[in-house]
């Protein structure tokens, strides 16, 4: 099975048990826009109905698994309706019953943070790093991260990646506990492949129920995350700050932040 849904850059590929669900937007850093974000979503909520998927991996095409959202192709389309979208991708990878690999080939940031760590194993090339730099344009984290980079690194690893929005090496991830491993280029696709064959092959009801345990303890705060983190974008998307990071960020200067 083979799929691409309305104007959504993603593919989604059934192979044997295995989903493999690939961001196709290669030129813009798999950016996501709102019809792909709302494809995934449907994707991730698809698999609870179908029997014969027992694992999705997801991943970007290209150098880079996700760069956050693609906030030029918009277009009409309201910030609400945005926020919301990319809240329902999130909780749809976390509520999927089967278990979910994210294949993180590459630059991760923004909601593409979100998307990759609520999967329930991640495993990185040594290329590869973390970013949530909202502050840097006057916004907040949003996509769960708030609780997502606390529940699996802790507070202190949280609070340098969100308020000082810098790199997080592959590594520096390993070490925190927000991934599980770190690989090269050449060993990644066996480590992924191998723990979906393993994962596909297994009990599908003892699984389901096990990722709904662990994550009814490590991701009890998402849906509140979700809605503090809506709450606190709609209030900064239109402030005189987020105005001057946009405008520094296009015209690849310091922001002068104000308030």
């Known amino acids: 099975m083979s799929e691409s ?3 959504a850059k993603l593919t989604a590929t059934r192979d044997g048990r295995v989903l493999r669900v690939t961001l196709t937007n290669p030129e813009r850093l798999n950016a996501i826009d709102y019809a792909t974000m709302t494809a995934l979503g449907d994707v991730f909520s698809g698999a609870a109905d179908d029997p014969e998927v027992r694992v999705i991996v997801v991943t ?14 918009v277009g009409g389309i309201g910030p609400e309706e945005v926020m919301d979208c990319a809240s329902r991708m999130v909780t749809s990878v976390a509520q999927t019953p089967v278990p979910v690999i994210a294949r993180i080939n590459g630059p991760v940031a923004g909601v593409g943070v979100g998307l990759a760590l609520a999967a329930d194993l991640i495993y990185a090339a040594e290329s590869a790093y973390f970013l949530l730099s909202f502050t840097n344009i006057g916004l907040m984290p949003d996509g769960g991260t708030t609780a997502l980079v606390a529940a699996a690194a802790g507070r202190a690893v949280a609070n340098e990646m969100a308020l000082l929005g ?12 927000l991934i599980n491993a770190v ?13 979906a064959e393993k994962l596909a092959h297994g009990p599908r009801r003892a699984l389901e129920l096990t990722k709904r ?18 709450a606190g974008q709609m209030e900064l998307l239109g402030s005189p700050d987020f105005f001057e990071g946009a405008s520094a960020m296009l015209q690849k200067r310091k922001a002068v932040f104000g308030q």
Do not use: I, W, Y
């Not at 290209?62 to 906030?71: H, I, M, Q, R, S």
């Not at 060993?187 to 492949?193: I, N, P």
């Open 183 to 195: 690989l090269t280029d050449a060993e990644l696709d066996a480590r992924v492949d191998a723990a």
């Open 5 to 7: 849904t309305g104007s």
């Open 166 to 177: 810098e790199r997080l090496p592959a590594t520096a991830a390993r070490d925190a506990g």
């Open 213 to 230: 345990a662990l994550n009814a303890t490590g991701l009890a705060s998402l849906e509140a995350a979700l809605a503090r983190e809506k």
């Open 60 to 73: 970007g095409e290209g150098k880079a698994f996700c760069t956050g959202a693609d906030l030029s192709a």
